[in-house]
């Protein structure tokens, strides 16, 4: 407990004064205070009056010897006069519970704590992207996209005219094998006369790319 809740508890700073942690302890440390004093006087006092008389006449009093009743005051004031209670929270135990979670970090593998690091890389030696160019000759169009296996079929690419009647775009593709579509002017869905013509497996034609890696291509 601070100097300053103690300010407060014996009524020499306001509670406004105080920070929101500090009046959050003072609350607490005044609940207790309260409990204390209510559980104390729902108490019956003893009464010592007739054991502490009985105790001074048996004894040989002296001339300086306070009175019966002074002893009893006092007695009963040292029983029943509230005390003040505090307590205090050591930062001494958040710090080991701080070098304890640094410890068991530092425990762990190293391949464990670098797996994260080097997932990424991983990902991007198994997954490289190659730039294919897709080309279609049609005079009559007015717009020409891509759809195919690597677009779920949706025309998502939009080919540019180059030159009258010849639409071009470069699409970055990893390597495999995939088949893919022509959407000229929204409605007629044509395969590319200049590349393999397979069947989509409901009577009509697809067209086929395969993309070899580098690594494949140097082999």
């Known amino acids: 407990m601070t100097d300053r809740i103690d300010k407060y508890l014996d009524g ?8 929101p942690a500090e009046q959050a302890q003072a609350d607490t440390v005044g609940r207790v205070i309260e409990h204390t004093r209510t559980f104390v006087a729902a108490r019956p006092v003893p009464d010592f009056s007739d054991r502490v008389l009985r105790q001074i006449q048996t004894q040989r009093l002296r001339p300086a010897a306070p009175r019966p009743q002074d002893v009893l005051q006092r007695l009963l004031e040292h029983v029943w006069t509230p005390r003040q209670v505090s307590f205090r929270i050591r930062p001494a135990y958040a710090m080991v519970a701080a070098a304890a979670l640094i410890v068991l970090v530092l425990s762990l593998p190293g391949s464990l704590r670098s797996r994260t690091d080097t997932a990424p890389l991983v990902a991007e030696a198994v997954q490289p992207q190659l730039l294919v160019q897709f080309r279609l000759q049609a005079a009559e169009a007015s717009d020409v996209r891509l759809a195919g296996s690597f677009t779920n079929w949706e025309p998502q690419y939009r080919l540019h005219e180059a030159a009258p009647g010849v639409w071009t775009i470069t699409v970055p593709l990893p ?18 006369p200049e590349a393999q013509h397979v069947s989509d497996g409901f009577g009509g034609i697809n067209s086929r790319i395969a993309i070899l890696s580098s690594e494949a291509q140097q082999s």
């Open 12 to 19: 020499a700073l306001d509670h406004a004064a105080l920070t």
């Open 175 to 192: 390597p495999g094998v995939h088949d893919y579509l022509f959407v000229v002017d929204g409605q007629q869905w044509v395969p590319d």
